[in-house]
């Protein structure tokens, strides 16, 4: 064969292959710019999820009420009854001095409780609100350009987040990442979300 018969080969073979990459970059680049602010809102939508469920605040209270199937409101009766309840009990002439200073404590701990509660109802339905207006408008987008492993770990998450919010199960130490399963589930998410748009 012919020396310029074989270089010719070569370099039409190398024109090939510079073709294949420009035009991997130009879809891949596309992609980025199509999938960065939908990335952007979905992080903003699971960032505003609270790391911490009734459960994990009522796991501090010994016989308090249960929480399940977002049913904040009942929970907050529950633990409003307790409080009722002992109060009534301070009102017992014929409690001791200790007896009265564990049903003040029971009542401190319900207050604080019920607090908490409030405060990670209004963060959950906010944050329900922020992604539900993410797969309004954003869902389309993503189901066209998402990589597969962003969609797992978005899969994962909502699992997560169903296991602690509507059934009832804990979400491990608010204050340990690496013992929080929503903060686990959170930051897998947009760790994938990093590598699919090419971001070290």
Known sequence: MP???????????ISIFRENLRFKQKEFQAKREKLNDVYQSLISAI????????????????????????????TLRSLDFQIEDYRNQLNNPRISYEQKNNIELSISNREYA???????RDEYFKAGDNY??????????FNLYAGQNVRNALVSFEVVKRNVFVSGYPAGDGSDPLKNKIEIARRNLINCMRDDLGIK
């Open 3 to 13: 020396d310029n018969l074989i270089g010719r080969i070569f370099t039409a073979f």
């Open 47 to 74: 960032n505003s999820y609270p790391n911490e469920s009734p459960v994990d605040v009522l796991d501090n209270i010994k016989h308090g009420p249960g929480y399940s199937f977002e049913r904040f409101e009942s």
């Open 114 to 120: 019920k607090k908490r509660i409030i405060e990670i």
């Open 132 to 141: 539900k207006s993410f797969m309004k408008s954003d869902k389309s987008v």
